[in-house]
């Protein structure tokens, strides 16, 4: 932890969880309830901030990123309800930083040239304002939090993600939602016109 009053150690949950179970050490499993008990307010008032060292005091998708992972693995080790619940809260308050658009960028730009694609992708924060694949850490847990709870949403999510961080790259394109259905393609002589409605 970087700074005190902040979430900065909320991932360690996830971390405690993980050494309760490989070491069969029930103590590691009581920290990480005790901490999910401290962090659960910054999730249940919609301002997690800590994570990044480069924007320490103001919420990220980062934040949002380990309360998911935290609060999911806390859930699938206990079964305890209110952590299923602060992960929804979680991954609801992550989608505030997905974009739901694509951006129409000039053909005469390197990034209109690729027909480069903003849905899917994350902002990294208010302050530092950029668009990140960042969010894939925790595809695993958006597609467990939708097993757990039957919200397709999740899974949605989680695939629009994915397909978001492999359509920006202008030597891949993905060729449908499921995972590995990815083909070697020549973007860059593609028109924006051709690929418009994929993503």
């Known amino acids: 932890?970087?700074?005190?009053?902040?979430?900065?150690?909320?991932?360690?949950?996830?971390?405690?969880?993980?050494?309760?179970?490989?070491?069969?050490?029930?103590?590691l499993l009581a920290t990480a309830r005790r901490a999910g008990d401290h962090y659960a307010g910054f999730?249940?008032?919609?301002?997690?901030?800590?994570?990044?060292?480069?924007?320490?005091?103001?919420?990220?998708?980062?934040?949002?990123y380990n309360a998911l992972i935290a609060y999911v693995a806390l859930h699938e080790a206990d079964g305890d309800g209110r952590w299923l619940r602060l992960a929804q809260q979680a991954a609801d308050w992550?989608?505030?930083?997905?974009?739901?658009?694509?951006?129409?960028?000039?053909?005469?730009?390197l990034l209109g040239r690729?027909?480069?694609?903003?849905?899917?992708?994350?902002?990294?924060?208010?302050?530092?304002?950029?668009l990140?694949?960042?969010?894939?850490?925790?595809?695993?847990?958006?597609?467990?939090?939708?097993?757990?709870?039957?919200?397709?949403?999740y899974v949605q999510r989680a695939r629009t993600t994915s397909t978001a961080s492999c359509s920006s790259s202008p030597a891949w394109t993905a060729t449908s939602t499921r995972a590995g259905a990815w083909s070697r393609s020549a973007t860059t002589r593609r028109t924006a016109s051709s690929r418009r409605g994929r993503c």
């Open 43 to 64: 999730v249940e008032d919609a301002f997690i901030y800590g994570a990044p060292e480069d924007v320490h005091l103001a919420p990220t998708s980062e934040d949002a």
């Open 94 to 109: 992550m989608m505030t930083f997905r974009w739901t658009y694509n951006v129409a960028f000039d053909p005469r730009t």
């Open 132 to 153: 990140h694949a960042y969010g894939l850490i925790c595809l695993g847990e958006l597609a467990r939090l939708w097993r757990l709870t039957g919200d397709d949403h």
């Open 1 to 27: 932890m970087t700074e005190r009053g902040s979430a900065a150690g909320m991932l360690w949950i996830a971390a405690l969880v993980e050494g309760a179970g490989l070491l069969d050490d029930p103590g």
């Open 114 to 130: 690729y027909d480069f694609r903003s849905r899917g992708a994350d902002q990294a924060s208010p302050s530092n304002q950029h």
